[in-house]
C-alpha cells in the first residue's frame, strides 16, 4: 500500500510552497525534488497567497521564525485552506519559546491543518500547551519508549480528534495517527538524530505525500514516515560500507529518497496498526 | 576561447557580492570558490552600498524576497552601475508572485544589468509582463525545443537589445546571446533540474566570469553556461560510477567545477552560434 | 589535554544558541551535532532571551547581518552574561561595512564575550577600529606568516588585555590566546579557505568546547582550533584517496568531526606556546 503512495508522488509531482527555516531549506528543497516533487521556498508576507495558488500543498515550519514570517504563514494558510490545498505544521522548537508556542498555537486556531508532524516535545507543547522544551530535540522526561507508547498513541489519537489533523510524532519509533487509527513506523536509525534536518526532511516529504494522495492522509504520511525511516537505514547501510560520518549520511539519506520505489519501500516498511 | 575565459576566473578571483536567497546561498558560496572567484553574502540596507564597494561584481538572486531584500538590490545595483561593476540578476519565481514580478520590474527600470539568467517563463515574464508561472521551474507550455528554439532565440535577442543585458536562458539547451549573436550551449545532464540550485549556481558562475572578463560579457557568459554543462556531465559521469542521488550528485557537480581547467572546458564545451 | 576537551563535549552534549547567517547555518549546526553537541538557530529578537535560557551557551555570527538580528544579539548576550553561559563572537565581515564594523563594536560595548573568533583583519578591525577590509577574507596586508607572527602574537595578547576575551586569529597557524599565553596552532589545510564556513564552523565548534568546559576558555578554544586542523588534514587525506573538490572536502571535514575522538586529536595537534 505504501508503495502506491510513493508512486504517486512521482506521477503527480506535487509543488509544495514552503514557509520554512534558513538552517534546513536546502536539504528540503532536495528532498522533494529527490522524491519527484517539486519546492518553492517563499516566506514574505507580500507574496504567501499568491505563491500558495500556484502551489499544490503548503508546508510550514517554524524554525528561525520570525514576526514577519508568521504574517506570511497565516496568509498562506488560509488561502490553502479556501483552495483545499494540503497543509502541513512543524512546530520547530515549540515550547523552546513563549514566541514559538504562542505562533504555533495562533496558527492552530486561525488555520486548519491536514498533518502536524515534530518531536514529542513539540506536539505536547500543541496540544497541552505545556512548555519547558530544550531546544529543538525532544525533552528527556517526554521520551517515547516501550513503556509508555501505548499512552503517547491515545494521547496523539485524543489531539487528532481535537484538532482534525493527522498526528505525526518522530522518535525511535514514529507514532502516525487520526482520532481512531495509528501506524506505529519502526523504520529509521538512530543517526538519523546526528544530522540538521531530518524532521524538517519529514514534514516536507509527508506535504509531498499528503498532496499527491488526496483523500488518503493518514495512510500519505505513515508512507511518507515508514519512507524516511527506510531511507536512513538505507543510507546507513551505505555509510558502512564507504566510511563517513553524519554530512556523508544526510547526502546518502537524500540519496536513498531519490533512488527508492515503491517494491522498495513495501519490502522494508515495517509497522505494526493500533 | 571558453578556456581563456574560464583561466581568468582563476587568475583574476573576482569578488561578488550575492543579494540571494537563503536556500541556495551555500551552494552559491561553494561555487564562487570552487571557480576561483570569492564570495560575500550581505542583503541588508543597510550595508548594501559598502559591500558593494569593496567588491568586483554583484548578483541579484530574487529567491525568498522580501521587502528589505529589494531594497538593498536597489541600493547596491546603482551602486555598481556608478562604478563600473558588472552585475547578474536572476528573476527567481518572476511570474510566480505579482510582487516578485513588479520586483523585477522595477529592478530592470532602476539598475542596468550586465546579464540576465533564468528560465524562459521567468525570462518572459520580464520581457513581455506575461505572469502565470507556476513555481520556480519553466511552465510547461514555454519549454524550448527543436521547433520553437529559432523564435526563442529571436525574442532573446530582441529582449537584449531593449534592455541591453546579455541573456541567459536555461534550458535543455541554454541560449546566451546578446541583440545580434546568440551561443546555443548544448551541454549539461537532465538530472540537474532535480536538485535546488542549479539556475542560482549558473547565476553565481555567471557573475564572476563576466566580472573577470570584463568588456566580453556575452562570450564570457556563454562560458560560464558551458562549463556548468560540462560540469553537470562530468558529475554524471562520476555519479555513474559512484552510485547516488541527487545530494552526491549537487556535490560532485560542485566539485567538477573546482577541479575544472580551460583544456577541458574547451574540449567538452559544444554550442553553435546563431 | 585537548583530548580531554573534546571528550567533555561529547560528555556534557552542550545546547549551543546560534544567532547566525544563512549561508553556512546548516555547516555550523551539522559540526555542533559532530562534535556531540547540539545546536539551536534562532535569531527573532522575540524569542532571543528565551532561546537564550533553555541553552548552555551561546554564538554570535555577523554573516547576513541586518537590524532586527543586532536586536537579538543584544538581549541573548547580555542574557548569557546573565546566566553565565559562554559566548562567542564571530565578526564576519567586520570592517567590510560600516554596519558590521559598528554593530561589532556596540555588541564589544554591551556584551561579555568568553571567545572573539575571526581572520587577522575582522580582528583588527575590532580592536583598532581599522576599516578596509574587503569582504570576508583576510587583507592581503594583514596575512600572519613567519616574519610578524611575533607581532600579530603581541598585538592579540594585547587586544585579550583590554576585552578580557580569548582571542582566537584564523590564518594559515592559528593563533588562540589570553592576555598572558597563546597557543600557535599549526594544524589545518590550504583548502580549508576554499570552502565557505571553515570560520564559522570553528566559531560553532569553540562555543561547544567552551561551553562543555567551563572555566578552561583558553585550553578548550585552543582545543577546538586544534580539532578543526585536524580534522582539515584528514578530510583533505580522505579527499586524496577518494578524488573530488570543494564540496566532497566540505563533508568529509564534517565527517571527521564526527569521528575524532581524543587520543586521535592527541597525537595529531600540533602547536607552541608562547
Known amino acids: 500500500m505504501f508503495g502506491e503512495y510513493l508512486e504517486n508522488v512521482r506521477r503527480n509531482s506535487p509543488l509544495i510552497h514552503n514557509i520554512t527555516n534558513y538552517v534546513t531549506a536546502n536539504d528540503a528543497a532536495n528532498i522533494l525534488l ?4 517539486s519546492p518553492i521556498m517563499a516566506d514574505a508576507e507580500e507574496e ?48 523552546s519559546s513563549a514566541f514559538r508556542t504562542e505562533s504555533a498555537r ?29 531546544g529543538v530535540d525532544a525533552d528527556s ?9 501505548s499512552s503517547a498513541i491515545a494521547f496523539a489519537k ?3 480528534a ?11 519509533e514514529d507514532i502516525v495517527c487520526s482520532a481512531c487509527k495509528a501506524y506505529v513506523i519502526k523504520n529509521g536509525h ?8 531530518s524532521g524538517c526532511m519529514l514534514s516536507a516529504l509527508t506535504a509531498a505525500y499528503i498532496t499527491a494522495n488526496k483523500g488518503h492522509g493518514l495512510e500519505a504520511a505513515a508512507a511518507a514516515a515508514a519512507a524516511m525511516g527506510v531511507c536512513g ?25 531519490f533512488n527508492m520505489d515503491g517494491d522498495l519501500l513495501e519490502r522494508r516498511a515495517k509497522y505494526e496498526i493500533q
Do not use: W
Open 141 to 149: 522526561a517526554d521520551i517515547v519508549n516501550k513503556d509508555n507508547i
Open 106 to 134: 495562533k496558527l492552530m486556531n486561525e488555520v486548519r491543518f491536514d498533518a502536524i508532524r515534530g518531536n514529542i516535545t513539540e506536539i505536547k507543547t500543541l496540544a497541552l500547551g505545556k512548555a519547558g522544551a530544550h
Open 190 to 197: 538512530p543517526i538519523m538524530s546526528r544530522i540538521t534536518g
Open 162 to 172: 481535537s484538532c482534525g489533523a493527522v498526528i505525526v510524532i518522530s522518535g525511535a
Open 233 to 257: 537505514e538505507l543510507a546507513y547501510e551505505r555509510l558502512l560500507v564507504t566510511g563517513g560520518g553524519n554530512a556523508t549520511f544526510r547526502n546518502y539519506l537524500i540519496d536513498a529518497v
Open 158 to 160: 485524543a489531539f487528532s
Open 34 to 37: 529527490a522524491c519527484g516533487g
Open 48 to 95: 504567501a497567497e499568491d505563491i500558495t495558488s500556484v502551489c499544490d500543498g503548503l508546508c510550514i515550519n517554524l524554525g528561525t521564525l520570525n514576526q514577519s514570517k508568521v504574517g506570511a504563514m497565516l496568509k498562506a494558510g488560509k488561502k490553502a485552506n479556501e483552495l483545499g490545498h494540503p497543509i502541513v505544521l512543524d512546530p520547530v522548537g515549540a515550547g
